[in-house]
């Protein structure tokens, strides 16, 4: 049996536990945490609960919620199945139509639907092909069939440099359809911390705030583009405010990056490239901060 775990999200929205305890506090009736064996750490009947809790249901969010139970995420599980209120993790809500960038192997996807445990608005994206990352990413595979049973939608070959674009970007169908927000965690085109590397890190990410400026995906007027870096001089030397705001995004805020909770619903943030195929050990996500910013009309 998974062990009870605390969530820990951010401000300024808190997280699943936290929005959910408030609401029961207020004497709201939509979040039943109020389980049986509370304290006592899941036992086979919370299994049998949700199980037959996830036959009644026939929302839309079965498959993601069936996902989460599977994938040992119970709680997140029974708090999304449970809750007819948006749910929170970090700054994120149900309700929100999110487009991610640079996914590689999808670990953040699918901590998000766990926590969320809304697929139908969530929309992942990668660089490279569905075949390369089968190869670089061993945990890839079982990830991509899950989120896919889930109902959540994966591109492959997306460029953020070219999202307004039909080639590269994410496709006509998706032009049209409207995000509230676009989110490129720990952005890194591969290779080291050289000055070419880091060049090359700055043309990349002023390609992606031109781009998001273009498309029409990211119209909306409260559209947000979130980026996760790192503060290491390396990362700060790449000024992400001054290259967003030379392509006509707003800076708003700059806040921790909720890493332990996202962590505990299975986030494990990857490196672009390895040593041939193989994948060097994970990267640190020490001093991770979420960027914000707003897309300023053109
Ligand atoms: C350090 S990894 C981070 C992966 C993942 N976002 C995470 O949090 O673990 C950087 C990712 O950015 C992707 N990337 C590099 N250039 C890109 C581009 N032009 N458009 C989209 N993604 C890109 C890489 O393929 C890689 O998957």
Known sequence: MPKTRKLRGGKPTGNVHSRANRDRGRGQSSAPLSRPNRGRGKTSSDS?????????STSKNDRAIDVAIRSR??????????????????????????LLLGEADLSFTAALLAGLGVSSNIVATCFESEATLNEKYSAFAARR????????????????????????????????????????????????SLKEDRVANIQMLSGFFAS?????????????????????????????????KQAGLRFLN??????DAFEQLGYCAVRTSGDGTQMRQAPSTEKAFRYVFQIEPA
Do not use: M
Request: glycine fraction near 8%; aromatic fraction near 10%; charge should be neutral.
């Open 73 to 98: 995420h119970l709680e997140a599980a029974f708090i999304a199945l449970s809750n007819t209120n948006p749910v929170f993790l970090g700054p994120y809500s149900s309700r929100q139509r999110i």
């Open 145 to 192: 069939d899950a989120l896919l049973s889930a109902g959540v939608e994966i591109k492959y070959e997306v460029d953020a440099t070219c999202l307004h674009e039909p080639q590269g970007g994410i496709g006509p169908d998706r032009e049209t359809s409207r995000f509230d927000v676009c989110v490129f965690n720990f952005p890194h085109v591969g290779g080291g």
């Open 48 to 56: 049998r609960v949700a199980a037959g809790r996830l036959e009644k």
């Open 212 to 244: 998001s400026r273009q498309t029409a995906c990211l119209a909306k007027p409260r559209a947000r583009v979130h980026v996760v870096l790192r503060s290491t001089a390396f990362y700060d030397s790449w000024d992400v405010c001054s290259i967003a």
């Open 254 to 259: 700059k806040e921790p990056f909720e890493v």
